[in-house]
């Protein structure tokens, strides 16, 4: 008789709601608690609730609801799953962002397929049993290489408790912690804690209210993330132990730190990791790769706190008044800069505020606007949708290109430098893209012909797409900073492109088109070459959607190393017949063969948390050696 295949233990979920407010940082709390069980040596997926009617986040607009953030499969999804993938570094897909408009649509579908065999029906069972089922089905879902299905399971319940549009998924996770066994259901409560009074007197009646709320519904909290702008005091720990059913140890304090990096070393050091591994029953599995990643993180860390070197970075863009439209942006040129040891000093101008129509009507925001400008080390031109805004950011590309500043065209500023540089420089007058002037004398940038232009929902060309550097392009800035590369994938959401009828214009005047698509129609790469311009790159891709904070992405560390005047050096380094050594610019050292044997007791995660605070203090002392 053969013996019996192995059974693979059951899935572990770790469920994020949040109280009192909204935008009380859930999504750091669970990327941060993701990253410490990848230091285990665990596999983690991520899922991201929303409980708003929408299908998807593509209609919202940035300044409504903060950036769309597009995934390898062209999913529109929530920004919190950027922060997912930044943080686990894994690739998610739509189906990790569930929404009331998807669960609602799939239910009716099944109504109206039969598939209920006449029964009415109704939210409970029939939503929550979809919710539960959506839950299991991705959680089983590989997300990086290793090619594994997870080890646990993170759900992020977006919204407030109490929230009426929330209920159906507070009550289909009341019923999940049954399905799944307590002893695989953890529950991170994530609230608040005022600083109210002359005297800084921290309240936690919020706290408390929330917490009861909860578990009306159902759900009790095993651990409670306390957000407040000053440390937890021990008094006010041991209340809200008392109030809210909850052991201190489970009464995380996490106050305002330097940087969301520095979240998981502060949830470490509370032996975060140790109460989740006691109530989920987790073994660790630390390898060598697991134990570097804590020591890159705390790299990264001290990174951030010690430098001194600034960059100026000017972001001309057209929602500038929420700077979370721009987040995976801002994510990436952070991650740039601390690659490159320089502190980034980041500066917003209103695309609208550098033009002439402005020096009318405010001229103190225009002359403020063009002093950024001026003073700039580098300027991006990030994507957008419509016409507002547009003729200040061709202004900014003008400026950047005639004065050789370092320069940085994504999505819309691509196709911005191109209406910039057939203007001034091929001498085009009037050329456009048909987005913002349909009766432009110069299309050089056009409406995608298999797009729709009856419905926009889901109908740009979104996801992951391959470009093919072109024959000819191997002394490239943008193809050596991508390791000299054939071809790269990177994530694509546009409607309009570069007409190809004046491609060959536009080169013979020295716009060169480095990457193209598949089918070499579709221009997605341009530069000017590093002897006309320091560094003048745009792409019509988003690379921002793919950096993580351990690997900046190639056109972001160009442009900062260019704006640091770092560029020639890194590319140096890169040179395959020279002998110097490479840099450690944008760069994280690792162990090299078998990590120091301190540094692994330092990591074990089994340990008490009275000895976490201990074990981060070995961890630095033995990256200091």
């Given at each position: 008789?053969?013996?019996?295949?192995?059974?693979?233990?059951?899935?572990k979920?770790?469920?994020?709601?949040?109280?009192?407010?909204?935008?009380?940082?859930?999504?750091?709390?669970?990327?941060?608690?993701?990253?410490?069980?990848?230091?285990?040596?665990?596999?983690?997926?991520?899922?991201?609730?929303?409980?708003?009617?929408?299908?998807?986040a593509?209609?919202?607009?940035?300044?409504?609801?903060?950036?769309v953030?597009?995934?390898d499969?062209?999913?529109?999804?929530?920004?919190?799953?950027?922060?997912?993938?930044?943080?686990?570094?894994?690739?998610?897909?739509?189906?990790?962002?569930?929404?009331?408009?998807?669960?609602?649509?799939?239910?009716?579908?099944?109504?109206?397929?039969?598939?209920?065999?006449?029964?009415?029906?109704?939210v409970?069972?029939?939503?929550?049993?979809?919710?539960?089922?959506?839950?299991?089905?991705?959680?089983?879902?590989?997300?990086?290489?290793?090619?594994?299905?997870?080890?646990?399971?993170?759900?992020?319940?977006?919204?407030?408790?109490?929230d009426?549009?929330s209920?159906?998924?507070?009550e289909?996770?009341?019923?999940?912690?049954?399905?799944?066994?307590?002893?695989?259901?953890?529950?991170?409560?994530?609230?608040?804690?005022?600083?109210?009074?002359?005297?800084?007197?921290?309240?936690?009646?919020?706290?408390?209210?929330?917490?009861?709320?909860?578990?009306?519904?159902?759900?009790?909290?095993?651990?409670?993330?306390?957000?407040?702008?000053?440390?937890?005091?021990?008094?006010?720990?041991?209340?809200?132990?008392?109030?809210?059913?909850?052991?201190?140890?489970?009464?995380?304090?996490v106050?305002?730190?330097?940087?969301?990096?520095?979240?998981?070393?502060?949830?470490?050091?509370?032996?975060?990791?140790?109460?989740?591994?006691?109530?989920?029953?987790?073994?660790?599995?630390?390898?060598?790769?697991?134990?570097?990643?804590?020591?890159?993180?705390?790299?990264?860390?001290?990174?951030?706190?010690?430098?001194?070197?600034?960059?100026?970075?000017?972001?001309?863009?057209?929602?500038?008044?929420?700077?979370?439209?721009?987040?995976?942006?801002?994510?990436?040129?952070?991650?740039?800069?601390?690659?490159?040891?320089?502190?980034?000093k980041?500066?917003?101008?209103?695309?609208?505020?550098?033009?002439?129509?402005?020096?009318?009507?405010?001229?103190?925001?225009?002359?403020?606007?063009?002093?950024?400008?001026?003073?700039?080390?580098?300027?991006?031109?990030?994507?957008?949708f419509?016409?507002?805004?547009?003729?200040?950011?061709?202004?900014?590309?003008?400026?950047?290109?005639?004065?050789?500043?370092?320069?940085?065209?994504?999505?819309?500023?691509?196709?911005?430098?191109v209406?910039?540089?057939?203007?001034?420089?091929?001498?085009?007058?009037?050329?456009?893209?048909?987005?913002?002037?349909?009766?432009?004398?110069?299309?050089?940038?056009?409406?995608?012909?298999?797009?729709?232009?009856?419905?926009?929902?889901?109908?740009?060309?979104?996801?992951?797409?391959?470009?093919?550097?072109q024959?000819?392009?191997?002394?490239?800035?943008?193809?050596?900073?991508?390791?000299?590369?054939?071809?790269?994938?990177?994530?694509?959401?546009?409607?309009?492109?570069?007409?190809?009828?004046?491609?060959?214009?536009?080169?013979?005047?020295?716009l060169?088109?480095?990457?193209?698509?598949?089918n070499?129609?579709?221009?997605?790469?341009?530069?000017?070459?590093?002897?006309?311009?320091?560094?003048?790159?745009?792409?019509?891709?988003?690379?921002?959607?793919k950096?993580?904070?351990?690997?900046?992405?190639?056109?972001?560390?160009?442009?900062?190393?260019?704006?640091?005047?770092?560029?020639?050096?890194?590319?140096?380094?890169?040179?395959?017949?020279t002998?110097?050594?490479?840099?450690?610019?944008?760069?994280?050292?690792?162990?090299?063969?078998?990590?120091?044997?301190?540094?692994?007791?330092?990591?074990?995660?089994?340990?008490?948390?009275?000895?976490?605070?201990?074990?981060?203090?070995?961890v630095?002392?033995?990256?200091?050696?």
């Open positions: 008789m053969a013996p019996p295949s192995p059974t693979k233990a059951p899935k979920y770790i469920i994020v709601t949040g109280g009192v407010i909204s935008g009380i940082g859930k999504g750091v709390i669970a990327s941060s608690t993701g990253l410490l069980l990848r230091t285990m040596g665990l596999t983690v997926t991520a899922i991201k609730i929303d409980p708003y009617l929408n299908i998807d593509g209609l919202m607009s940035p300044l409504d609801h903060g950036e953030f597009v995934l499969d062209g999913g529109e999804v929530d920004l919190d799953l950027g922060n997912y993938e930044r943080f686990l570094d894994i690739t998610l897909s739509r189906e990790n962002n569930i929404t009331t408009g998807k669960i609602y649509r799939d239910v009716i579908e099944k109504e109206r397929k039969g598939d209920y065999l006449g029964k009415t029906v109704q409970v069972p029939h939503i929550t049993d979809a919710i539960q089922d959506w839950v299991e089905r991705v959680a089983k879902i590989p997300v990086d290489d290793s090619g594994l299905e997870p080890d646990v399971c993170i759900v992020e319940m977006g919204g407030t408790v109490g009426i549009e209920a159906p998924f507070i289909a996770m009341r019923q999940f912690q049954f399905r799944v066994g307590s002893e695989n259901f953890c529950l991170i409560h994530v609230s608040m804690v005022p600083i109210v009074g002359s005297v800084g007197e921290q309240k936690t009646k919020p706290t408390q209210a929330s917490v009861r709320d909860l578990r009306g519904l159902g759900l009790t909290p095993d651990l409670i993330a306390c957000r407040s702008g000053t440390p937890l005091e021990r008094g006010v720990q041991e209340k809200i132990s008392m109030f809210c059913h909850v052991p201190i140890t489970s009464v995380l304090a106050h305002d730190c330097p940087s969301v990096y520095h979240v998981p070393l502060l949830l470490h050091q509370q032996g975060l990791i140790t109460t989740i591994s006691k109530k989920l029953n987790l073994a660790p599995r630390e390898t060598q790769a697991s134990i570097s990643l804590f020591s890159k993180w705390r790299q990264l860390c001290q990174r951030l706190e010690r430098l001194h070197d600034t960059v100026k970075i000017v972001i001309v863009g057209k929602y500038t008044y929420l700077h979370d439209s721009y987040i995976s942006v801002v994510k990436s040129l952070e991650h740039a800069s601390l690659s490159c040891n320089r502190k980034l980041l500066e917003w101008v209103e695309a609208s505020d550098l033009e002439a129509e402005m020096q009318q009507t405010d001229a103190l925001k225009y002359h403020d606007a063009w002093k950024s400008v001026c003073g700039a080390n580098g300027i991006l031109v990030p994507g957008g419509g016409v507002r805004g547009t003729e200040g950011m061709v202004l900014a590309a003008k400026h950047a290109r005639e004065n050789k500043i370092p320069y940085l065209g994504i999505c819309l500023g691509f196709q911005i430098a209406i910039e540089f057939a203007r001034n420089v091929v001498g085009l007058a009037g050329a456009n893209s048909t987005e913002l002037d349909k009766d432009t004398p110069h299309d050089v940038v056009i409406f995608m012909p298999e797009i729709s232009k009856t419905h926009m929902g889901a109908t740009m060309r979104l996801g992951s797409k391959e470009t093919l550097f024959p000819g392009s191997e002394g490239s800035t943008i193809r050596r900073l991508y390791d000299g590369k054939d071809s790269v994938h990177e994530r694509h959401r546009h409607r309009y492109e570069v007409n190809p009828k004046y491609v060959d214009q536009l080169e013979q005047n020295g060169k088109f480095v990457g193209r698509d598949e070499n129609e579709r221009m997605i790469i341009l530069e000017r070459d590093i002897k006309d311009h320091p560094y003048f790159v745009a792409v019509q891709f988003h690379p921002e959607y950096t993580k904070p351990l690997k900046p992405i190639p056109t972001f560390l160009g442009f900062i190393l260019a704006a640091s005047g770092l560029l020639p050096e890194y590319l140096d380094t890169l040179d395959p017949h002998k110097r050594a490479k840099s450690n610019l944008g760069r994280y050292a690792s162990f090299d063969g078998e990590a120091p044997a301190e540094l692994v007791a330092a990591m074990s995660l089994n340990s008490e948390a009275k000895g976490e605070e201990k074990g981060v203090k070995m630095l002392n033995a990256n200091k050696k």
